[in-house]
């Protein structure tokens, strides 16, 4: 059951960020109205990009290099998915600017869905750890 509230945590972190990259890049672009059809497409995009971060992010690395590996290649695993699903969905051209236009996206996502997590996170911690105090003090 935990790891269904992991999932659903993430889902909702990574789609509202998908969301948010895409109305800017929509308002940036002069778009007037969003399709109907892109909000499907980004809750795809949300479900795919969240089942690989669930599987890669929890997996556990021994040193600091590791860690690094670990997430240069999930967010490059993060990317080809992007690529792939934004050709198919035509979010993008399949070709250098595009790829890069959408590798910029893809880490605008990931600062916002980690930077969520970390933030809701943390203040989480801090909340137990002051109910913990309060109960048992500095023992």
Same mark, same amino acid.
């Given at each position: 059951?935990?790891?269904?509230?992991?999932? !659903?945590?993430?889902?909702?972190?990574? #789609?509202?960020?998908?969301?948010?990259? /895409?109305?800017?890049?929509? %308002?940036? $672009?002069? @778009?007037?109205?969003?399709?109907?059809?892109?909000?499907?497409?980004?809750?795809?995009?949300?479900?795919?990009?969240?089942?690989?971060? !669930?599987?890669?992010?929890?997996?556990? #690395?021994?040193?600091?290099?590791?860690? /690094?590996?670990?997430?240069? %290649?999930? $967010?490059? @695993?993060?990317?080809?998915?992007?690529?792939?699903?934004?050709?198919?969905?035509?979010?993008?051209?399949?070709?250098?600017?595009?790829?890069?236009?959408?590798?910029?996206?893809?880490?605008?996502?990931?600062?916002?869905?980690?930077?969520?997590?970390?933030?809701?996170?943390?203040?989480?911690?801090?909340?137990?750890?002051?109910?913990?105090?309060?109960?048992?003090?500095?023992?």
């Amino acid at each position: 059951m935990k790891k269904i509230g992991e999932y !659903v945590k993430w889902y909702v972190y990574i #789609t509202t960020s998908i969301l948010m990259v /895409v109305a800017l890049i929509f %308002g940036l $672009y002069g @778009a007037e109205e969003l399709p109907g059809e892109t909000l499907w497409q980004i809750l795809v995009s949300g479900f795919a990009t969240t089942l690989l971060t !669930v599987v890669m992010v929890y997996v556990d #690395t021994a040193t600091v290099m590791g860690s /690094v590996f670990k997430f240069v %290649g999930h $967010y490059l @695993a993060l990317c080809a998915t992007m690529i792939v699903l934004g050709g198919r969905f035509g979010w993008l051209n399949l070709n250098v600017r595009g790829i890069a236009m959408m590798m910029c996206a893809v880490a605008a996502v990931y600062v916002l869905a980690f930077g969520a997590y970390y933030i809701i996170d943390l203040r989480s911690a801090k909340q137990i750890n002051r109910r913990l105090k309060e109960k048992y003090g500095d023992e």
